[in-house]
């Protein structure tokens, strides 16, 4: 799994490629929250293959996409990639 680190004020973003899944995952988390205010598991779809929904999802919510955060993320998919940890 390939796992995209990024912030917006008090807010966390974990994001990436899961191989063994064939999927993207998304878990946003703020700072003094035990739990995820969300998480991909919790959705009707909580396996897709397009990042589609949670660029919405991010956008919905006001936080900026890191500039080549998606390319990354499409890289990811195609060289169905693992094992990897970037902080953006």
Excluded at 65 to 77: M, R, V
């Amino acid at each position: 799994m390939t796992q995209h680190v990024f912030s917006h004020g008090t807010l966390q973003v974990l994001t990436g490629w899961d191989r063994r899944l064939g999927c993207f995952f998304l878990v946003i988390d703020e700072q003094g929250n035990d739990e995820p205010i969300y998480s991909n598991l919790e959705q009707p779809n909580p396996f897709p293959n397009t990042y589609d929904s949670y660029k919405q999802e991010l956008e919905d919510r006001k936080i900026p996409i890191p500039d080549g955060l998606l390319l990354a993320l499409e890289t990811d998919k195609l060289e169905n990639k693992g094992n990897d940890i970037k902080q953006w």
